[in-house]
């Protein structure tokens, strides 16, 4: 445990001095679109299996619309942040500091992913009454994801930009 927090420790320490330039400053990436579709795909991927798996287990256990609702968003951010956290660990990083990384990087992406995917299948006339079965609960799923998705980018390379967001995960990964 010991060796687990040096190692860590010395992590952080080369980072900083491998975030920070000659005079101190903090290095904040180019915000590219590039950059900001990967992060917010990486974020859709984690959303959408939380979505799928809570609907599929909701609808199983006959729970109603809010509970399964619930649910659906719980797992969204439990597999979006295990994404970003199996990613962080692999880099050689101690299980806190990852964690505190993806909460950093992934809340407001999350958040704001399934504010629009759960407020679209709200205003989506008969959608929250689909059954798995049903075409509609697949197009307005994936619709809700689409435009939870374009909305989300933007956000993204926002973040990004500033040094924040996935920019935090990027430094752990060079």
């Not at 860590?8 to 005079?23: A, L, S, V």
């Amino acid at each position: 445990m010991r060796h687990e927090a040096r190692a860590e420790h010395e992590h952080h320490h080369t980072q900083e001095h491998t975030d920070h330039g000659q005079h101190g400053q903090h290095h904040t990436p180019a915000a590219t679109w590039s950059m900001a579709v990967q992060a917010t795909l990486h974020c859709l991927t984690g959303c959408a299996i939380g979505e799928v798996l809570g609907m599929v287990l909701g609808t199983a256990l006959g729970w109603g619309n809010l509970p399964t609702t619930l649910l659906a968003i719980v797992l969204a951010f439990f597999f979006g942040y295990s994404l970003t956290l199996r990613g962080v660990l692999r880099a050689g990083v101690g299980f806190r500091t990852a964690f505190r990384v993806a909460l950093a990087a992934d809340t407001l992406s999350i958040a704001v992913m399934e504010l629009i995917d759960n407020g679209v299948i709200m205003v989506w006339p008969s959608a929250r009454d689909a059954m798995l079965g049903d075409a509609l609960f697949w197009i307005s799923l994936a619709v809700s994801l689409v435009l939870a998705f374009l909305v989300t980018t933007p956000v993204n390379k926002w973040t990004i930009g500033r040094g924040r967001g996935h920019a935090v995960v990027h430094r752990y990964h060079h």
